[in-house]
């Protein structure tokens, strides 16, 4: 990972001293609390901000708890940071983690309270993957364990997309943040994590089939002040965990005030999970530049690592006498 942290720690605890998001009856914008563009769109452009410790999935042992009190909040937030905490890790037997210095997830659950950033199905869980998802993610795993090529190698490993910049995006361990663009014919979504961009086209009706990209196609419209982001025919799986290359992703972008910019977004995928699912979350503006991600790029060690992993099936072979 690159260094964004180490001047966006130090610039936090001047400029962003508590990042509260607010609560979810607020995520309606008020159309005269809006910046906007000379056209009359709403202006979403800038850096945005979606680190948050509120999980993805509601924990099973909340059950159909959706929302916890404000006592109950307090003790999540403090055990969280405990839990997550790498400076208090003692396993000794990997080769290591980073320190927790160079996270950067937040403190904080959604002002809102929520146990989930899931918010459909109403149980604040991701649905089940069908038995065909299922053999393909174990034949995956099998096929990035045995090492048979760099093509089976994880795409964030590969650093051709990762982590929470999916599509879609998700708050994850550092560099949540995502910088948006409006021109007058497309919108860039440029995301810090592996510094990916995808390109909505603002003046299409269809989508382009071919070439198929790693982040699929995105055209998009306005639906009043909602910028709606449809997205398909992907390449192939994505970094977001399980998608596959015939997913649909629904994204809705607006402006709930000036310094905050509500997201949702809607998976549909049949041949993955047993039906669709929405995570919805708020984004706040931050005063900061985006920074270059370098993410060892090539990694380099993927030569070492794969010929090691041949040297031990020499030496298998050579034991085995074939």
């Known amino acids: 990972m690159m260094n964004r942290n180490i001047l966006r720690k130090a610039a ?20 005269s609390d809006i910046p906007r563009l000379a056209n009359g769109q709403p202006d979403l ?11 993805f999935q509601r924990p099973v042992s909340l059950g159909d708890k959706a929302v916890l009190t404000a006592e109950e909040a307090i003790v999540f937030e403090e055990e969280e940071r405990v839990r997550r905490d790498r400076d208090n890790f003692t396993d000794t037997s990997t080769t290591g ?9 937040g403190q904080e659950i959604l002002g809102d309270r929520r146990t989930s950033l899931v918010v459909s199905p109403s149980n604040g869980r991701i649905p089940e993957l069908t038995p065909a998802a299922t053999s393909k993610r174990q034949a995956r795993r099998e096929a990035a364990a045995l ?7 994880p795409l964030a490993e590969r650093c051709i997309m990762g982590f929470n910049s999916g599509p879609p995006m998700i708050p994850s361990a550092y560099n949540n943040n995502v910088q948006l663009v409006q021109t007058e014919n497309s919108v860039v979504i440029h995301n810090e994590m592996v510094h ?28 009043g ?42 998976i549909e995928d049949d041949t993955t999970w047993t039906e669709p699912w929405t995570v919805m979350f708020p984004m ?6 985006m920074y270059e991600y370098a993410c060892h790029e090539g990694n380099y060690a993927m030569a070492g690592i794969l010929g090691g992993w ?11 006498g074939n």
């Open 284 to 289: 706040v503006r931050n005063s900061e530049p």
């Open 45 to 55: 452009q800038g850096v945005w901000d979606f680190r948050t410790i509120t999980p």
């Open 12 to 31: 936090l605890a001047i400029i962003l001293p508590s990042l509260t998001f607010i609560s979810l009856e607020l995520y309606a914008q008020s159309n």
């Open 97 to 105: 983690d980073y320190n927790e210095f160079w996270y950067d997830r």
């Open 196 to 223: 990916n961009v995808r390109v909505v086209r603002m003046n299409a009706a269809e989508h382009r089939e071919t070439p198929r990209k790693w982040e699929g196609d995105s055209i998009g419209h306005w639906d």
């Open 310 to 320: 041949r040297r031990l099936e020499q030496i298998a072979e050579q034991e085995s």
């Open 147 to 153: 090492a048979y090529g760099i093509e089976t190698r």
């Open 225 to 266: 002040d909602t910028l709606i982001v449809e997205t398909k025919y992907f390449l192939r799986d994505t970094a977001f965990g399980n998608s596959s290359e015939n997913m649909q992703l629904l994204e809705k972008f607006w402006m709930i005030n000036t310094n905050t910019l509500g997201y949702e977004f809607t």
